[in-house]
C-alpha cells in the first residue's frame, strides 16, 4: 500500500480508538428479589416434617440475566445494564423457601433436589409462565402449582394470576415482583394448611 494512503489511515484509526476509549462505560446494576430473613428453627427429631419445594420451572423467555420488561402483550425489553444478581430460577426458590419457613415454623422447608436423602412429606411443583415488570405500569406473576404426597399424588393445586403496580425505577419494580412473590407464598401455603386439615379430619 501506498505509504501516503497508509497515514491518513492510521491517523483514522488512533482518533476512533481514542473516541471509543474516552467514552464512559456503563456499569450494571444487580437486582435480587426481597425476602425475609430465614427465621430461626429448631426440630427435634420425632417432630422433623420436610416439605420439599420444586422444581420450579420459568418460561424460556425469562430464562436469562436481565430482568424482564414488557412493554406489550407481543413485545418485551431486556437490558444488559439491568439484571438479576442470581439465577432466577434459583433466586425464586430460596425467596419461596424463607417465606413458607416464616409462616409456618411446624415444619422443614428445603429445596428441590434436596440436601436430605428423605421422601418429603409433601411436594411443591410449580410453573412460572409469567413473571416480568413494565415500569410505572404493572408488574405481573402467573404461575400453576400443585402440592403433591409422598407417593407423588395431588392433594392441592390451582393457578395465581396477579398484578402489582411498579415504580418507574428497576429498584421499584424489583419491589412489585418480590410483592408479588409474597402473595404467591401465602396463597399457596394457605393451601397446604387446608390440604393437611382436611386429611387429619
Known amino acids: 500500500m501506498n505509504r501516503l494512503l497508509r497515514l491518513p489511515i492510521l491517523s483514522l484509526s488512533i482518533l476512533l480508538a481514542g ?49 424482564v420488561e414488557r412493554n406489550s402483550s407481543v413485545n418485551i425489553k431486556v437490558s444488559n445494564v439491568k439484571q438479576w444478581a442470581g439465577n432466577i430460577e434459583n433466586e425464586f426458590q430460596i425467596a419461596l423457601l424463607k417465606h413458607f419457613t416464616n409462616l409456618d415454623s411446624r415444619y422443614l422447608y428445603v429445596k428441590h433436589p434436596s440436601m436430605l436423602n428423605t421422601r418429603p412429606l409433601r411436594r411443591l411443583r410449580v410453573d412460572i409462565l409469567r413473571f416480568d415488570v413494565k ?24 393457578n395465581f394470576s396477579r398484578t402489582s403496580r411498579a415504580e418507574s425505577t428497576h429498584a421499584g419494580a424489583v419491589s412489585a415482583m418480590s410483592a408479588l412473590l409474597q402473595q404467591f407464598s401465602t396463597e399457596v401455603h394457605q393451601a397446604l394448611t387446608a390440604a393437611a386439615g382436611s386429611k387429619r379430619s
Open 135 to 158: 415500569l410505572d405500569g404493572p408488574a405481573r406473576l402467573e404461575a400453576v402449582w400443585a402440592w403433591l404426597d409422598q407417593h407423588g399424588e395431588v392433594v392441592a393445586a390451582g
Open 19 to 67: 473516541c471509543v476509549s474516552s467514552g464512559k462505560s456503563v456499569e450494571t446494576d444487580y437486582y435480587v428479589l426481597s425476602s425475609p430473613q430465614l427465621a430461626d428453627q429448631k426440630l427435634a427429631h420425632g417432630d422433623i416434617k420436610v416439605i420439599a419445594l420444586g422444581p420450579i420451572t420459568f418460561a424460556d423467555y425469562l430464562k436469562r440475566a436481565s430482568i
